[in-house]
């Protein structure tokens, strides 16, 4: 059996050494080159579990990646090139320094709506229904309103990528140029998200790009087969989805399933761990689960 674990930001060292304590005693823990030959048909016996992260938050640097290195433990990181040269933050981490109730007015406005409308739902779940040029608009129609400056750059530096990347035991993935949600865009602009992202990583690096995580990555809601043509065209290997499930031979490498598990104690992570994709139904008995939401504020926002 094979899982893959995703992380995003990490601030608690401690933490961090638990969980990957934690995952040590039940799997082994191999590099993302050994999960391709396992897709590929090698064959396995045992538990294994490939690391990956997402975005490339400062806390990777700061806490993340001396955690690994001490442990020896090999992971895979996934950049925005664009964000990382440029040194700005992602849209969704200037979103949740805005106040919720003044940044969903901006958007009801932008979208010509009412914005009691959109009362009940997470301000992240309304943006992640919306095209990336939509949610840079609002984002600067909110700093103009309320004076509000960009906020401080939380990733983490050029530099710093150049220097992981000589480190063996950190491999680098694409994440699209600016962490759009590619099923809402119109072809032209996935197509240069996901084809700039691997070609301008690729410079940055002096080496070619083969793998790739979708931003949020939810199959069928985030990507569909045009994001997967794309990336098959432009010779990416594997291409990693956040679907929970694990990962068996001959599997779609182009929508590989990850556990995210970047909070939560060591009883929730196995609880995530054993569950699998039944976890998010699980989780969401009481609550308005992710794709619900979306799919309902998709019908709030469309034109009659």
């Known amino acids: 059996m094979i899982k893959v674990a995703n992380f995003h930001d990490v601030y608690d060292a401690s933490w961090l050494e638990e969980v990957l304590g934690f995952l040590k005693k039940k799997y082994k823990l191999i590099s993302i080159d050994e999960l391709k ?48 040269a440029e040194g700005v933050s992602y849209w969704f981490q200037e979103v949740l320094q805005f106040d919720q109730k003044c940044f969903k007015q901006i ?19 309304i943006c992640k229904t919306m095209k990336i040029s939509q949610i840079n608009d609002v984002i600067e129609y909110y700093r103009m309103q309320y004076n509000h400056e960009s906020g401080i750059h939380q990733n983490i530096s050029l530099d710093q990528l150049k220097e992981i990347y000589k480190d063996s035991l950190i491999r680098i993935g694409a994440h699209t140029l600016t962490h759009p949600i590619l099923a809402n865009e119109d072809e032209s602009v996935s197509e240069y998200e996901i084809v700039e992202s691997l070609r301008e990583l690729s410079d940055i690096l002096g080496s070619e790009i083969l793998y790739f995580a979708y931003p949020n990555g939810i199959p069928g809601l985030d990507f569909g087969d045009r994001e997967k043509k794309i990336l098959l065209k432009n010779g990416c290997e594997l291409a990693f989805s956040t679907f929970h499930s694990n990962v ?3 599997f779609d490498r182009l929508s590989i399933p990850r556990f995210y598990i970047s909070q939560g104690n060591i009883e929730t992570i196995r609880m995530k761990l054993f569950f699998g994709k039944y976890w ?7 609550t308005k689960g992710e794709k619900q939401a979306r799919l309902e504020i998709r019908k709030l926002t469309l034109k009659e």
């Not at 590929?40 to 579990?49: M, T």
């Not at 958007?107 to 301000?123: K, Q, T």
């Not at 998010?280 to 009481?286: A, D, Q, S």
């Open 37 to 84: 030959s396992f897709i590929s048909g090698a064959n396995y016996i045992g538990n294994y579990c490939h690391i990956t992260i997402d975005d490339g938050d400062r806390t990777f640097y700061e806490v993340m990646y001396p955690v690994l290195k001490k442990h020896n433990i090999p992971a895979t990181l996934f950049v925005s090139p664009k964000i990382i």
């Open 107 to 125: 958007i009801a406005d932008y979208l010509h709506l009412d914005a009691r409308r959109f009362h009940r739902y997470n301000i992240m779940h």
């Open 248 to 250: 068996k031979p001959y």
């Open 280 to 286: 998010e139904t699980m989780r969401n008995f009481k």
